[in-house]
Nanobody
Framework: QVQLVESGGGLVQAGGSLRLSCAAS????????MGWFRQAPGKEREFVAA????????YYADSVKGRFTISRDNVKNTVYLQMNSLKPEDTAVYYC????????????????????WGQGTQVTVSS
């Protein structure tokens, strides 16, 4: 049984930083594409960042590029999302997801490419 458990969310002031963690069980993160998505109140869930199963490619939404960094620790079987220079518009529930092994930007940015999802962690950025 695959489980993804996010942690690290919270309340932070604009300009601050948070690091989200996604601990995986039942699936090895280094063998599958991993992604982060978010959903703000009243909006659809959107792509944030992804890392390919090989670790050789990372992808970011334009809105977070240069501020967020996705990484993984193969020993801890955990994926991270380091979020710097946070803005109020980053406020959302952040979800970790695990997908297949296909490559390509379009594939890793698309929600239907992921078959397992975490329960989400709330990030609130105050102005």
């Amino acid at each position: 049984q695959v489980q993804l458990v996010e942690s690290g969310g919270g309340l932070v002031q604009a300009g601050g930083s948070l690091r989200l963690s996604c601990a995986a069980s039942g699936r090895t993160v280094s063998r599958y594409n991993m992604g982060w998505f978010r959903q703000a109140p009243g909006k659809e869930r959107e792509f944030v960042a992804a890392i390919s199963w090989s670790g050789g490619s990372t992808y970011y939404a334009d809105s977070v590029k240069g501020r967020f960094t996705i990484s993984r620790d193969n020993v801890k079987n955990t994926v991270y999302l380091q979020m710097n220079s946070l803005k109020p518009e980053d406020t959302a529930v952040y979800y970790c997801a695990s997908g297949g092994r296909y490559s390509g930007s379009y594939y890793l940015r698309t929600q239907v490419s992921y078959d397992y999802w975490g329960q989400g962690t709330q990030v609130t950025v105050s102005s």
